[in-house]
T-cell receptor
Framework: EPEVTQTPSHQVTQMGQEVILRCVPISNHLYFYWYRQILGQKVEFLVSFYNNEISEKSEIFDDQFSVERPDGSNFTLKIRSTKLEDSAMYFC????????????FGPGTRLTVL | AQSVTQLDSQVPVFEEAPVELRCNYSSSVSVYLFWYVQYPNQGLQLLLKYLSGSTLVKGINGFEAEFNKSQTSFHLRKPSVHISDTAEYFCAVSGSNTGKLIFGQGTTLQVKP
């Protein structure tokens, strides 16, 4: 059964460093998402991506964040200069369509910023 | 703007007992409603969704949910739970013109033998 994969499963970084979180969505899916969950808080939407551009982003997704689909299979989230408050579980998801199609989630990357 | 409230952070229940996980939402526009489950060290998995039509929605693993527009609720139920149902359950909404999911806080279902 196809699944969304994410690497690494756990990333530890120093404050101010850049990190890239990687995701491989399901191959025939066209819409891609990043969500995050700070420990003890809700899962929050960050950004959606379609046709090689951002279709929607949240207030959290400021200039420190960027997304890219560099090679037609990977979908990456970059944080340019990490802050302590960026520590969270980051989930990638993909769907065939947009609005009511099931979003398939990856297992997440736990980012720890020291 | 939309929001989701899951009224219970933890629900302990004995095996083979029925369970209800509560979810209320607020929205000024039509919404789609979802329940996701997260097992330890795994991603979120869709249990069921309500788009339109019949207000009673059946999902995987014997779960069902009922959409109540007047009470803005979408409670999840299972008539008889198993140990393997122990997991985190998330209620979510999306608007009719966006794929963005807005999640509730999550409810931990703890099934005891």
């Amino acid at each position: 059964e196809p699944e969304v994969t994410q690497t690494p499963s756990h990333q530890v970084t120093q404050m101010g460093q850049e990190v890239i979180l990687r995701c491989v969505p399901i191959s025939n899916h066209l819409y891609f998402y990043w969500y995050r969950q700070i420990l003890g808080q809700k899962v929050e939407f960050l950004v959606s991506f379609y046709n090689n551009e951002i279709s929607e982003k949240s207030e959290i997704f400021d200039d420190q964040f960027s997304v890219e689909r560099p090679d037609g299979s990977n979908f990456t989230l970059k944080i340019r200069s990490t802050k302590l408050e960026d520590s969270a579980m980051y989930f990638c998801a993909s769907s065939e369509g947009q609005v009511f199609d099931e979003q398939f989630f990856g297992p997440g990357t736990r980012l720890t910023v020291l | 703007a939309q929001s989701v409230t899951q009224l219970d952070s933890q629900v302990p229940v004995f095996e083979e007992a029925p369970v209800e996980l509560r979810c209320n939402y607020s929205s000024s526009v039509s919404v789609y409603l979802f329940w996701y489950v997260q097992y330890p060290n795994q991603g979120l998995q869709l249990l069921l969704k309500y788009l339109s039509g019949s207000t009673l929605v059946k999902g995987i693993n014997g779960f069902e949910a009922e959409f109540n527009k007047s009470q803005t609720s979408f409670h999840l139920r299972k008539p008889s739970v198993h140990i393997s149902d122990t997991a985190e359950y998330f209620c979510a909404v999306s608007g009719s013109n966006t794929g963005k999911l807005i999640f509730g806080q999550g409810t931990t279902l703890q099934v005891k033998p």
